[in-house]
């Protein structure tokens, strides 16, 4: 009889969901039905990832023998704007990563500056919603060390991170990239702002100058180009009202493993 691991399953049922939301969407998507039960599926695997291991729990980590001698890249392999072209040429000096909303104080951070931080380098695997992994050597800044020099307001309740790749031409801005975590991810200790990648500077096709990592979750939680970091009690105002790009398309919001 065959045993699955935690991660295993924690996987298939992310996975399991995600599929069911994607693939039936023209069928299903209007069904209220259909989605209450999806969403609950989402609020399973979350309680059931959080009863199984503590808010402080490490996701695995590896040895360098371990990292990948490719690593795809996932999503956008190059933002096509003329602002991330302009950052681009300059090599990024002239970019800076905002920290606002329900912030006590909004802050900008250049490269140098985020450089300059107690860093923290991590080796894990990445698991992607398509059904591929990778192990890869990630190097940057805690988000709870950031979230903690601004000051987080009493209600703060989600950190959204705002993309420089636009996956949909739209007039609203709704096609931009953009994912979010609750705080409890957001101050784990393997939840980065990575700028490096087995021991080299982000290349573009993986995210540069910045992505988040965030080590628990599925691949399209890891959001790379990140410009803004936003603050907020609720999704109430962003575009679809789901939490990021994909979960306004039907994807889950928790995509925990």
Known sequence: MTRLTRRQFLVGSSLGASAL???GCDLLGSNDQT???LGSAETLTMTVQRLLQSRGALAREFAEANVS???RVNGTSAPD????????????QSWRLTIDGLVERPQQFSLLDLKALP???QITRHDCVEGWSAIGKWTGVPLGSLLKSVGLKSSARYAVFHCADELEKTLDGSGRYYE?????????PQTILAYAMNGQ??????GAPLRLRVERQLGYKQAKYLMRIEIVESFAQLWGGGGGYWEDRGYEWYAGI
Do not use: V
């Open 201 to 206: 500077d982000l290349s573009i096709g993986h």
């Open 21 to 23: 939301a994607l693939g």
């Open 35 to 37: 989605q209450t039960i």
């Open 180 to 188: 979010s975590i609750d705080l409890i991810d957001a101050f784990h």
């Open 69 to 71: 001698p490719t690593f």
């Open 119 to 121: 860093a923290r380098t």
């Open 81 to 92: 704007s003329e602002e991330y072209a302009r950052l681009r040429e300059d090599g990024f």
